[in-house]
């Protein structure tokens, strides 16, 4: 099993900035890709950014020069460094680790990120 537990999550003015991290525990050598979903109320859940075990990273268009993500793999986290927030970033993020090996992915609980115009 892998667990995945989110930080970082708060309140913010547009134009504004916020750091996401989320550490993993658990199997962690069977992880590969890790990645940063958000889920807006009404919405579906979305793809915002991912990076594999050899850190190649992409991004979804709507966040694409805004935001970076970033991987530690001797402290198992990611991390989703955000600027330039807009009011339609607002939602919950979530953690998501992929194991090729084990055929599943793993989620976080996700954390709140508002911005306010």
């Known amino acids: 099993q892998v667990q995945l537990v989110e930080s970082g999550g708060g309140s913010v003015q547009a134009g504004g900035s916020l750091t996401l991290s989320c550490t993993a525990s658990g199997i962690i050598f069977s992880i590969d890709t890790m990645a940063w979903y958000r889920q807006a109320p009404g919405k579906q859940r979305e793809l915002v950014a991912d990076s594999t075990r050899s850190s190649s990273t992409s991004y979804a268009d709507s966040v694409k020069g805004r935001f970076t993500i970033s991987r530690d793999n001797a402290k198992n986290t990611v991390y989703l460094q955000m600027t330039s927030l807009k009011p339609e970033d607002t939602a919950v993020y979530y953690c998501?680790?992929?194991?090729?090996?084990?055929?599943?992915?793993?989620w976080g609980q996700g954390t709140q990120v508002t911005v306010s115009s």
């Open positions: 998501n680790a992929w194991s090729t090996s084990l055929h599943r992915d793993y």
